[in-house]
């Protein structure tokens, strides 16, 4: 890989997998290629990324790896990825903490 890296950071504001309503044979009938009943909010955050940190851990004793940690900093100056900001074009699809 050449260096410098290009990096792309984007933040989904989905809040996990969806599935819609279960398909049940005989009663139900699914439509043409509908897998959620609701789109996925994909933010990118390039641009705004002040700072990336990642940490990732290997426990010799036991032979195996565990969970890392990673930690983004984006400049946020108008205030939109605060939850509480009712003016935010992402509010009601963040949660405080």
Same mark, same amino acid.
């Given at each position: 890989?050449?260096?410098?890296?290009?990096? %792309?950071?984007?933040? =989904?504001? %989905? $809040?996990?997998?969806? &599935? @819609? +309503?279960? &398909?049940?044979? =005989?009663?139900?009938?699914? $439509? &043409?290629?509908?897998?959620?009943?609701?789109?996925?909010?994909?933010? *990118?955050? %390039?641009?705004?990324?002040?700072?990336? %940190?990642? /940490? /990732?851990? /290997? +426990?010799?004793?036991? *032979? +195996?790896?565990?969970? $890392?940690?990673?930690?983004?900093?984006?400049? *946020?100056?108008? $205030? *939109?990825? +605060?939850?509480? =900001?009712?003016?935010?074009?992402?509010? @009601?699809?963040?949660?405080?903490?």
């Amino acid at each position: 890989m050449g260096l410098p890296a290009t990096v %792309s950071v984007k933040i =989904n504001l %989905s $809040g996990g997998a969806s &599935f @819609g +309503n279960p &398909f049940i044979l =005989n009663t139900s009938q699914l $439509g &043409f290629a509908e897998l959620a009943s609701s789109i996925p909010v994909i933010v *990118d955050v %390039s641009t705004s990324t002040l700072n990336i %940190s990642t /940490r /990732r851990q /290997r +426990n010799i004793l036991q *032979d +195996n790896y565990e969970a $890392g940690q990673a930690t983004i900093k984006i400049v *946020d100056p108008n $205030g *939109d990825w +605060n939850p509480q =900001n009712t003016a935010s074009p992402y509010y @009601g699809l963040l949660q405080p903490l």
